[in-house]
Nanobody
Framework: QVQVVESGGGLVQAGGSLRLSCAASGFTFTSYWMFWLRQAPGKGLEWVSTISTTGGATYYAESVKGRFTISRDNAKNTLHLQMNSLKSEDTAVYYC???????WGQGTQVTVSS
């Protein structure tokens, strides 16, 4: 019943931009803070960004601060991550999640070439 589906990943050159989207259903999306996390090849899970229920409060990992922007559209039950000035270090599988509920998507691959 619960679905969290990421999209928008792909191959992009360093310095370029990409916009990830996450479509959620099966739970009250508007009631929960949402998160973006990522896992680079051979590495552990890394927290990227967090957004409050209304979208009024946002938080970012130091590694992406100033380059990434998280947002949400509660009317459409969607979460987004605008990624600018991409670096090769950003290459990873990106996940959308409601950590409080334990709901995760299957991830979308982002590959940044140098």
């Amino acid at each position: 019943q619960v679905q969290v589906v990421e999209s928008g990943g792909g191959l992009v050159q360093a310095g370029g931009s990409l916009r990830l989207s996450c479509a959620a259903s099966g739970f009250t999306f508007t009631s929960y803070w949402m998160f973006w996390l990522r896992q680079a090849p051979g590495k552990g899970l890394e927290w990227v960004s967090t957004i409050s229920t209304t979208g009024g409060a946002t938080y970012y990992a130091e590694s992406v601060k100033g380059r990434f922007t998280i947002s949400r559209d509660n009317a459409k039950n969607t979460l987004h991550l605008q990624m600018n000035s991409l670096k090769s270090e950003d290459t990873a599988v990106y996940y959308c999640a409601s950590l409080n509920k334990g709901y995760w998507g299957q991830g979308t691959q982002v590959t940044v070439s140098s």
